[in-house]
């Protein structure tokens, strides 16, 4: 497998405090990669490093076989675009004003992509509105558009999604599979809203106090993670009883409800419960494999 960057053991101290603790991660080239840990893991600070805002204090990475102490991470660097914790755009400009600002930045002669840029992240519309009077759905696909400028082909995503309403997280969510399917474009997002990055990460890394803890393809995670059927029920007591004379693992979630793990033969379980005089409410598969594993692997505590 060829990856776009590997880090190997990359430690960042602030004082006597290691934000990053020897975390060593590897990113398939043509992946999307799911950063995935608690608020104060060190996820912002890894991006901050590949990206180039910070020096490791010791370890090091390599972004296409280069490695960062290599003279020629600068050029490699322009195959990889980010937006950091918020987008780099000035408010006071529309779109177009601001990937204009880009191009001269990194010296692109010619604003001929542009267009075919604002049509991707679908802000054509927006004309001369100025970026303040933006939703921050489209600021945040401003932001991607600005880290799409110079043609990359690895982009770097902190928390793309943080604060979005449903439409906007739809939004983003689409764009980011179809730079990554249509375009080829390898994406790496850290995020801790971990339904989202299930629909979309095809791998990920689990980090925790600066190290990664995990690394695991999405392929993978599925066929280590047990299905999970939620059952409501008129009585769960009646539900123990039945689903303990199959010899099946659940976990009750309240009065009405429990969580009933591996696979079950609905008929059979029906069944069993009608004769008990137990009715079933509704039953529903629950995608709760990457909280879950997650949740192992960490424990609880702060959000994720
Ligand atoms: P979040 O989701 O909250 O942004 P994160 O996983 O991105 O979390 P980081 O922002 O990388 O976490 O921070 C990791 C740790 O390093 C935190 O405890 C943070 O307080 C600390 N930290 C980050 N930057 C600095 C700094 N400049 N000086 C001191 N400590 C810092």
Known sequence: MEYCLITDALCKQYRNFKALNGLSMHVPQGSIYGLVGKNGAGKTTLIRLISGIQEPTSGNYTLYGVKNTDKAIYKVRQRMGAVVESPAIYLDMTAEENLKI?????????????????????????????????????????????????????????????????????????????LNRELQITILISSHILDELSKLATHYGFVDRGMIVKEISAADLDAVCRKCTRLSVTDTRILCRVLDGMGLEYNIVSNTQADVFGEISVTKLAIALDREHCEVKSMNERDESLENYYMNLVGGGRDA
Do not use: H, W
């Open 102 to 178: 880009q191009y001269q930045v990194l010296g692109i002669p010619s604003y001929e992509g542009i267009t075919e840029l604002l049509q991707l992240v679908d802000l054509t519309e927006c004309g001369k509105k100025k970026v303040k009077n933006f939703s921050l759905g489209m600021k945040q696909r401003l932001g991607i558009a600005v880290a799409l400028c110079g043609n990359p082909d690895f982009l770097v995503l902190d928390e793309p999604i943080n604060g979005l309403d449903p439409q906007g997280i739809i939004e983003i969510r689409e764009l980011i599979l179809k």
